[in-house]
């Protein structure tokens, strides 16, 4: 299952994001095919440098309305941990969801944790414990990435986060509200490592999320 998982993901198909590149004021991308944008600088998301949120709700130890996502993860919960792992380092318990639970994939969320906010697991047999593959944030949620973008966020700001600061910064069609909304696509190295999705109805971010490659292309997660 959690190999099904991963290769249920649809192509990148890399367009110019030339336009954008560094200037927040810039009008929104063009999902007009061309070439990708790609630099060997080390990837943004891998420092730890964030801005303070807008909401300040604590909810649990370790694990707030204030903590940033990065590619390995947000707060003490990694990508990569089993939830038992998740649990003793957030002090809170993790409740998996049912619904595909029975196919070895499901959505996880930290009970009494952040809203909004939710973790993809997986597991090949019944007896595997379940591992965290991604994590997503959800419209409503005040929590935002390492380098400040969050829900609502232009796809401008995007793209001056993330265009030409390392790694590869993408636009694509999104799959169901395409060509209007985007596919905002930042990966470390182009090899299937870490990757972070930001969906867009083609001005403002409406969810975003971050994980493994093949977790994070997943278009309808479990389903």
Known sequence: MVRDVLRRTVPLVLVVTAALAGCGDDPEPSAAPSTSVTTSAAAVESTTTTTAASTTTTTSAGLSDESRLGFEGIGPIKIGMTVAQAQ???GKPIKVGEEYAAEGCAFAEVQGGPE???FMVLRDKPTDPWKIFRADVHEG????????IRIGATEAQVAEAYSGKGGTYTVEPHPYTGPQGHYLSYDTDGMGGKLLIFE???KKVTSFRAGEHGAVQAIEGCA
């Open 88 to 90: 003793a380092a957030v």
């Open 116 to 118: 909004e906010l939710s």
């Open 141 to 148: 949620s005040p929590i935002a990435t390492i380098s400040g």
């Open 200 to 202: 867009t109805d083609g």
